[in-house]
């Protein structure tokens, strides 16, 4: 393939429900959109840090940057060393030699990989090798200011369809909304989220978890605390999750060995694109670990790749891969939308899916051009 430039775009996008979390409220999601031109197709990609470095150290202006000084010109480098050998599994060892940044990372090499799928007529499932036509999905919920509200999401959220509810917990709002669904609801597939807002010394309080038989508790320490988390799976029942830790295929292997985790969250961005998420797929299926597919309030860029990635074979939970109305009124792409349940795994060329122009234009709110 041959590249001939990179648009970077960032858009604001209003949430049509404020997502609060341990670490902070989203209200309107600034996304980093990345265009990747090459002769006979054009790809995209999106990055998932959000305006403050809260999730995590990444942030929208920073992976703009980074990818502007950095990335792109290492990836001119690359393709001028490389000639027709250049293509999408070339990005990440041309960015390797820059730390961290793997938002970034992602939101280029999606692009990239878009880009040369559409010449090759190849979809994103059928290049990972999915195994379905459409995807089981869950939903995540944020913390609410009364319990009637977040009972009122859930029943909304069972209403529509969902097969899993996730609840977002932080110290204060934990075992009372967890109690209130599961008297309300019953035995429905329920997990909660802490976004790493516990510390070891809660571990009595979070055993207290363990009466209410959640399917896992995701990321209840901080993401550089493996070994809190191999202590406290060994004090509580429910299976612990990573998300926040599960940085590579590395990060996953010394955590599955730590015994600091028996279920991991698989999201494409936080470790560095899809790539590497297959490969952390194929590592955990290799180990009987089960994976699921997480989010970062994508749109239907990003939702579009996670729903091929989330067909794989070792992806036997529902994922985080909510429909678009989920979090946007309007989608720059056409919405993704729950049917039983389920979502469709795109079949066309690439994501099968493309921002729809006049969408994009009225949510961009800047742009760049880099030749390559
Ligand atoms: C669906 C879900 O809960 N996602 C993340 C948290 C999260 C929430 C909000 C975000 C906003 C902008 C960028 C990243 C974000 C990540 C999680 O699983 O921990
Ligand atoms: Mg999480």
Not at 7 to 18: K, Q, Y
Not at 196 to 218: K, Q, V
Not at 231 to 258: F, H, M, Q
Not at 307 to 327: I, K, N
């Amino acid at each position: 393939m041959k590249l001939t430039g990179i648009e970077t775009r960032i858009v604001e996008m209003p949430l049509v429900t404020p997502f609060r979390t341990s670490f902070g409220t989203e209200t309107v999601r600034q996304v980093l959109v990345v265009r990747a031109v090459a002769e006979g197709a054009e790809g995209w990609g999106e990055c998932g840090a959000s305006e403050s470095p809260l999730y995590s150290s990444e942030y929208t202006a920073g992976a703009q940057d980074v990818l502007e000084r950095f990335f792109i010109p290492a990836l001119r480098t690359a393709q001028q060393e490389l000639g027709d050998d250049f293509g999408a599994h070339r990005v990440a060892p041309a960015l390797a030699p820059f730390k961290q940044h793997r938002l970034a990372k992602s939101a280029l090499e999606t692009a990239v990989l878009d880009a040369q799928l559409r010449t090759q007529g190849v979809s994103f499932a059928d290049y990972f090798g999915a195994v379905r036509d459409s995807v089981p999905c869950g939903v995540s919920l944020g913390i609410t200011d009364t319990m009637d509200q977040l009972l009122n999401t859930v029943e909304a959220s069972l209403a529509a369809g969902y097969l899993r509810i996730k609840l977002k917990i932080e110290p204060g709002w934990d075992l009372e909304p967890v109690r209130a669904v599961r008297d309300r609801f019953g035995d429905i597939d329920l997990q909660v989220d802490a976004n790493a807002a516990y510390r070891r010394s809660d571990a009595r309080l979070l055993a207290r978890l363990d009466a209410f038989e959640l399917t896992l508790l995701e990321q209840p320490l901080p993401a550089d605390d493996l070994l809190g988390h191999a202590a406290l799976a060994r004090e509580i029942a429910t299976p612990i999750c990573l998300d926040e830790s599960a940085t590579s295929s590395r990060a996953v292997a010394t955590a599955v060995e730590l015994g600091a985790c028996s279920i991991i969250n698989i999201k494409p961005g936080r470790v560095g694109g899809y790539l590497e998420a297959r490969r952390i797929h194929d590592l955990c299926s290799a180990n009987d670990i089960p994976v699921w597919c997480g989010g970062m309030l994508e749109t239907g860029i990003g939702r579009a790749a996670n729903v091929a990635l989330a067909a794989l074979p070792g992806f036997t939970m529902p994922g985080d891969t909510s429909a678009s109305e989920r979090y946007y009124q309007t989608d720059l792409t056409e919405p993704f939308r729950l049917v039983d349940g389920r979502i469709a795994v795109p079949h066309g060329p690439g994501l099968g899916v493309t921002p729809i122009p006049e969408i994009l234009e009225r949510f961009t709110v800047s742009r760049a051009w880099h030749p390559v």
